[in-house]
Nanobody, 125 residues
Framework: QAQLVESGGGLVQAGGSLRLSCAAS????????LGWFRQLPGKEREFVAA??????STKVTESVKDRFTIARDNAKVYLQMNNLKPEDTAVYYC????????????????????WGQGTQVTVSS
């Protein structure tokens, strides 16, 4: 059974860094895309970053692309977050998508098949 487990969240001061990790287990070969979404307080879940297995399609949302970096190592995916801001406070979710016939990374939640439980990131001012 597919399982995604996040770690690395926590409390950090503005300007600090965190590295989120996500370990995928189960049908590892089916995780074509691995990525991250976040849900800010009172808001809907939004795309942050994702990358495909081939490494030829990676997207990072515009609002964080100068501060966040996504990396993948087989069935693990990481989100390096630098220069964190209070507005980055959210629950961060790992997500995985199976192969859908195109290599491009999707940014819509409905394009992802599996989700982790989420890890809280809190940035204090």
């Amino acid at each position: 059974q597919a399982q995604l487990v996040e770690s690395g969240g926590g409390l950090v001061q503005a300007g600090g860094s965190l590295r989120l990790s996500c370990a995928a287990s189960g049908h590892i070969s089916s995780y074509y895309i691995l990525g991250w979404f976040r849900q800010l307080p009172g808001k809907e879940r939004e795309f942050v970053a994702a990358t495909n297995r081939a490494g030829d399609s990676t997207k990072v949302t515009e609002s964080v692309k100068d501060r966040f970096t996504i990396a993948r190592d087989n069935a693990k995916v990481y989100l390096q977050m630098n220069n964190l801001k209070p507005e980055d406070t959210a629950v961060y979710y790992c997500a995985a998508a199976t192969w859908r016939g195109v290599p491009a990374v999707g940014v819509e939640g409905r394009e992802y098949d599996y989700w982790g439980q989420g890890t809280q990131v809190t940035v204090s001012s």
